[in-house]
């Protein structure tokens, strides 16, 4: 694994939501080797089922929703989850039938962790599915379990994808609840405003010894950093029953 | 597809990402206690509603309101003013300026308290717990006599006081670390039907009920305690039609 700081999507909403946040994840703090938590399944699963239905349909000259008849979500989700496992799959095997596109299981692999240009950082863009179209462009498909973000060409996902593929993109946002398609594309100028930004967004944190100011929010339940963030008051159960803290 | 034979097999604990420490919101040990099973979906495996669910009328006007609040006090010129700052839907619009009534008569600026900001995020750390308190609290003022207060807004018809509810601990909580020094109070902001404060004085006994629901709430979390509490809030549910408990497994009210 490199030891480059890593830039991910994350990292990149960290950079509008929390200076502090963003700088630390930037200079390295918070990475994790492996991720234990129970709550990727759900997501992996769908991701992994609807591969499988384009790779059978493709194989069998089957729909893809005749595919995904056969989907099965993994034994050790709870009911709610093969609950919502089976609706987003289904919903997106009715999008997937509606839309254009061929699906060849290497492209995965165009998008591997990328070195920033000036080799100090590398980012890693998560792509769920990735579909070809004619004269060879790339719809990017995100699959997803909630609205879109506006704009979508803004989001953090959005950006890593394009700058990852090092080519021009279309971007299509699946909510898997509700069957809504929202797409985005983004061509060559776009991508190199988008790598300038993240370049100087990066730069400007990274190695930087002066640490930003938090803004804490809602986020912070899920920062890596929170234990030692300034905004947290530190103290002990036992020091607040004693009538104190620190 | 098929159905798993096991519907009831157990589930995991909270496993933190990165370190040990749990973070817990205010509003987590109420939602909690309502219903273990709801709590684990949405906040211990993150599983989003299948379909989009209407928000419950009465939220959504909560939002609205403590929106408008909110504005009003980053105005302070157009703080006590009669239009609207913000622009809630035409249906909720009547509610709204009923509430922004309410609040002009509950307001502490009327009495000379300073303004310390409103949707402020307090953390504090528990080292022997590993835990992570946070809330946000609608409103802080600081009163002439010095006393902090952390006053929240409440907008529903059948809102608790503050010494019914585990989030006015955890504020209390949150205070204490905060201003350490200071006497501090919580209050709850009433502005449905007779508008009114209800107030819980901070003291040795709140903080020592505060750790004991805190205590009591993380120890759920980890052991993974998730047995399904079905009730009337079923129907509001997320996950009403895929829970083996659910009272409400049909359609939504509108």
């Keep these: ?246 | 597809m098929t159905a798993h034979p096991s519907d009831d097999e157990p589930r995991p604990a909270m496993t933190p990402r990165s370190h040990p420490d749990l973070a817990v919101w205010a509003g987590h040990l109420d939602e909690h206690r309502r219903c273990p099973r709801q709590f684990s979906n949405r906040i211990a495996l993150g599983i989003p509603s299948p379909e989009p669910v209407p928000e419950a009328p009465a939220a959504s006007l909560g939002k609205l309101t403590h929106r408008e609040l909110e504005q009003r006090h980053e105005r302070w010129d157009a703080h006590d003013g009669v239009a609207l700052l913000s622009e809630p839907p035409a249906h909720h619009a009547q509610a709204v300026e009923a509430h922004v009534r309410a609040h002009l008569a509950l307001c502490p600026a009327e009495d000379d308290a300073r303004y310390h900001g409103g949707e402020r995020v307090l953390a504090t750390r528990l080292h022997d717990l590993q835990v992570v308190v946070l809330a946000i609290v609608d409103a802080v003022w600081e009163h002439p006599d010095g006393v902090i207060e952390l006053r929240d807004y409440k907008t529903g018809a059948g809102a608790p006081t503050p010494d019914q509810d585990a989030a006015a601990l955890v504020h209390a909580l949150l205070g204490r670390t905060h201003w350490p020094d200071r006497q501090l109070r919580v209050t709850y902001e009433r502005l449905a039907d007779e508008p009114t404060t209800a107030e819980l004085a901070v003291t040795g006994d709140t903080i020592d009920a505060a750790l004991s629901a805190l205590t009591a709430h993380v120890a759920a979390l980890r052991e993974g305690r998730w047995e399904a509490r079905p009730g009337t809030h079923c129907q509001w549910c997320d996950y009403r039609r895929s829970c083996p408990s659910s009272l409400a497994p049909g359609e939504h009210p509108s």
């Excluded at chain 1, 991720?35 to 384009?54: E, N, S, V, W, Y």
């Excluded at chain 1, 005749?66 to 989700?77: I, N, Q, T, V, Y």
């Excluded at chain 1, 179209?133 to 803004?154: K, S």
């Design chain 1, 1 to 246: 694994m490199s030891e480059l700081p890593r830039i991910t999507p994350t990292t990149l909403r960290a950079s509008q939501q929390c200076a502090l946040r963003f700088h630390r994840l930037v200079n390295g703090a918070g990475r994790v080797r492996g991720d234990p938590r129970r709550r990727f399944a759900l997501p992996g699963a769908i991701t992994q089922a609807c591969r499988d239905a384009h790779q059978h349909a493709q194989a069998q000259g089957c729909s893809v929703a005749g595919a995904a008849d056969h989907a099965h979500p993994p034994e050790d989700l709870t009911p709610e989850e093969r609950h919502a496992f089976a609706h987003a799959v289904a919903t997106y095997a009715a999008v997937a039938d509606a839309r254009e596109g061929t699906y060849h299981a290497e492209d995965h692999e165009r998008f591997p962790n990328q070195e920033s240009s000036t080799g100090r950082f590398e980012i890693m863009a998560p792509v769920d599915l990735v579909l070809r179209h004619r004269e060879d462009r790339r719809e990017v498909r995100e699959l997803a379990l909630r609205e879109a973000p506006e704009p979508l060409a803004d989001s953090s996902r959005v950006v890593l994808a394009a700058l990852a593929l090092r080519a021009p993109l279309t971007y299509a946002h699946c909510d898997l609840r509700t069957g809504t398609v929202v797409e985005a594309t983004l061509e060559e100028p776009d991508r190199r405003t988008l790598g300038a930004d993240l370049q100087r967004r990066v730069m400007g944190a990274l190695g930087v010894a002066q640490e930003p100011s938090p803004t804490p929010g809602r986020w912070c339940s899920g920062c890596e950093v929170l234990r030692t963030c300034p905004a947290v008051v530190h103290t002990t159960a036992e020091e607040l029953r004693a009538g104190g803290s620190t």
